[in-house]
């Protein structure tokens, strides 16, 4: 199977996956929880924190040892999760939460290494997550019983161990090397490149389309997707720099001053997550033979960027104006940072490894 | 994201503080943990970097 495949079926198994964690909180996590009005919500943040804060560590783990099944395994504890008795309510969200982190480290990990440069690969394999997760998050309206997902989630963790995973990885992830336009240290390339990943998650948590109930709340994750894919593909074709600017400058202003309007907020959405690919990519720079790590990294600054959220910062007239001076910064700081020259190294890596064919 | 996210939107106000402070803690160890060895891999890297560049001989030499 070739490398594009194997990413494809990395996309559809994230997207099967965060749909079975979706499911699994809201559905029979949050029925273990019984009527309490709080500790579903504290279970799923606990979750969120979790997932994501893990990652780096296993990262680390898995750029020192890529023999291992992560992926496989990350699918196997979560499928576990979902099928272990109601009682083991809390036992089971961090099995869950472990076994995700697991599966979306091996993931972002694999896809960074083997993009080849082109930020439309691993942009596949990050936006089904989104997507996932909101529909899932629905499970509630259909009274699915508790086996579904968790046979469910054996499905991916099957397709990914015949498909994708594999055991030969390039030594060093040099694909993305001239996405960036100055001649930085690798520290300070490292540090800015996060601040637009902060000034996403930071938007993305904090602005919330109004009247968006029941299955319109598929629509801000389904654009945001929209914005991931198309992001990567434009940042193949025109540059990273082009494409971060013109998903910054379209965003600023629609979720800023037009987040009374449902659509044009959905809208806004998709253009904020259309830097993320290339954030993602230019990760690797700095560490080079760390792709799993780096990932880790950027999940972990998406959870910093969600702070405020996290802790009850709600929309109001400041809020807004923080999220327009952090989207003008993130839009500075891309102009500054990332080049238009990733197309053409792509291209002619492409020529050399492929013989042309992409 | 955005439904978890909705979560703590309802959870925050009622939620007790100790839950919300052991929350803060928890990202605070992941991510400062995740800093400290992002600070060790940059010198790992940059220390690679430095004595491949002095073992390669110029090209004007070979």
């Given at each position: 199977m070739t490398r594009k495949a194997a990413l494809l079926t990395e996309a559809l198994s994230h997207l099967l996956l965060s749909f079975v964690c979706g499911l699994f909180l809201f559905g029979s996590f949050a029925q273990s929880m019984g009527?309490?009005?709080v500790l579903p919500g504290t279970g799923g943040v606990f979750f969120w924190i979790l997932t994501c804060g893990l990652r780096p560590f296993f990262g680390l783990i898995l750029d020192e040892?890529?023999?291992?099944?992560a992926q496989t395994a990350g699918c196997v504890l979560v499928g576990i999760a979902c099928l272990?008795?109601?009682?083991?309510g809390w036992g089971a969200l961090l099995t869950a939460a472990v076994g995700y982190a697991l599966f979306l480290t091996g993931a972002g990990g694999e896809s960074l290494a083997f993009a080849r440069g082109f930020f439309s690969r691993s942009a596949l394999v990050f936006a089904g997550g989104l997507l996932g997760m909101s529909i899932g998050t629905l499970a509630p309206l259909w009274g699915?019983?508790?086996?579904i997902p968790g046979l469910l989630a054996f499905l991916p963790g099957g397709a990914v161990f015949f498909f994708a995973e594999t055991r030969k990885y390039p030594?060093?992830?040099?694909?993305?090397?001239?996405?960036?336009s100055r001649n930085l240290p690798k520290g300070a390339v490292l540090g800015l490149n996060l601040v637009p990943l902060l000034a996403i998650s930071f938007t993305a948590a904090l602005i919330v389309p109004s009247d968006f109930d029941g299955y319109f709340r598929i629509f801000p994750a389904l654009f945001s997707t929209a914005g991931v894919v198309a992001g990567g593909y434009v940042a193949d074709r025109f540059g990273p720099r082009k494409a971060a600017v013109i998903g910054f400058s379209v965003a600023l202003p629609l979720l800023t001053?037009?987040?009374?309007?449902p659509w044009l907020c959905c809208l806004g959405f998709g253009a904020l997550f259309v830097p993320l690919s290339v954030v993602l990519g230019t990760?690797?720079?700095?560490?080079s033979t760390h792709p799993h790590f780096a990932f880790g990294l950027c999940s972990v600054a998406l959870l910093v960027g969600q702070l405020p959220a996290l802790f009850g910062?709600?929309?109001t007239a400041t809020v807004r104006i923080l999220a327009a001076v952090f989207l003008t910064v993130a839009l500075a700081v891309s102009a500054f940072l990332y080049s238009d020259h990733c197309k053409l190294f792509a291209r002619s890596f492409l020529h050399r490894e492929n013989g042309g064919r992409r | 994201m955005n439904h978890l996210i909705y979560l703590a939107f309802s959870l925050?106000?009622?939620?007790?503080s100790w839950i919300l402070w052991s929350a803060f803690a928890l990202i605070l160890v992941l991510g400062g943990g995740a800093g400290v060895l992002s600070a060790f891999l940059l010198r790992d890297e940059a220390r690679i970097r430095s004595k491949r560049d002095t073992e390669t001989p110029p090209r004007d030499s070979l």
């Open positions: 009527n309490d009005a040892y890529p023999r291992l099944h272990l008795p109601v009682a083991w699915l019983p508790r086996v030594r060093r992830i040099r694909s993305f090397r001239h996405s960036v001053v037009f987040t009374h309007i990760s690797t720079i700095s560490l910062l709600h929309i | 925050a106000p009622q939620t007790p």
